[in-house]
Structures are given as structure tokens and as C-alpha cells.
């Protein structure tokens, strides 16, 4: 099993950014997939949740209105839409895989995540 992420980005203030993390091993739509994204000298930050059996997704208040999670079951990858970008979203970005049997609404502990993605850097700078 394989989560293979998109390569670093640079961005402008208030444009938008899409990461993919492309399944290999299994069936994308076997699991759920989680973002999570950690800043420079921060915590790992709870994105939200896309179930890509059927696409319906959970989004973090924090994030909600500018994140868009897809997810290309003929491909196997999940995609992370972030738009209005600012500093503050400078950071790593990570796919990570989750069993379907953990509560949707909940968010998982660490431990409960079996495969991560290696990380995508998204930088925005003027």
C-alpha cells in the first residue's frame, strides 16, 4: 500500500491549490481518506474527511467555505482543494488512510491512521 502525494507548491496570496494522493495497493474506495496539515512550529491540524466510496465529505469548521476534498475513483486519488490562500496555510500536507469503521464524525487519533502520504509543502508568499 502506497499514498503518493503531488510535489511542493508555490502560491500567491488569495489564489488556490490543489494536492493530489494517488492510492496504489488497494481500492481507494475501500477506506477513508483524512488531510491533516502541520505548520512550521505547530501542531498537526485536522483538515477533514472524504468518503471516496460516495464523495460526501466532513469538512473542519476551521476550513470550511475554502477547502474541497474529491476523490477520482478511476485514477485512486483524493484530492485537496484549498482556495483564498494567506500565509498562514503555509505548511506540510498529508493524506492520510482511516478504516471505514471509525465514526464519521469523530476525529482519529494518530495511531489510527495505517498509510500516510509523504507530505506536500505549500508555501504562500508574496
Known amino acids: 500500500v502506497q499514498l503518493v502525494q503531488s510535489g511542493p507548491e508555490v502560491r500567491n496570496p488569495g489564489a488556490s491549490v490543489k494536492v493530489s494522493c494517488k492510492a496504489s495497493?488497494?481500492?481507494?474506495?475501500?477506506?477513508?481518506i483524512d488531510w491533516v496539515r502541520q505548520a512550521p512550529g505547530q501542531g498537526v491540524e485536522w483538515m477533514g474527511r472524504?468518503?471516496?466510496?460516495?464523495?460526501?465529505?466532513n469538512y473542519a469548521q476551521a476550513f470550511q467555505g475554502r477547502v474541497t476534498f474529491t476523490a477520482d475513483t478511476s485514477t485512486g486519488t483524493a484530492y485537496v482543494e484549498l482556495s483564498s490562500l494567506r500565509s498562514e496555510d503555509t505548511a506540510m500536507y498529508y493524506c492520510?488512510?482511516?478504516?471505514?469503521?471509525?465514526?464519521?464524525?469523530?476525529?482519529?487519533?494518530?495511531?489510527?491512521?495505517?498509510?500516510w502520504g509523504q507530505g506536500t509543502q505549500v508555501t504562500v508568499s508574496s
Open positions: 492520510g488512510r482511516l478504516e471505514r469503521s471509525v465514526p464519521w464524525s469523530r476525529r482519529p487519533s494518530s495511531y489510527e491512521y495505517d498509510y
Open positions: 495497493g488497494y481500492t481507494l474506495t475501500s477506506y477513508y
Open positions: 472524504i468518503d471516496p466510496e460516495d464523495g460526501r465529505t
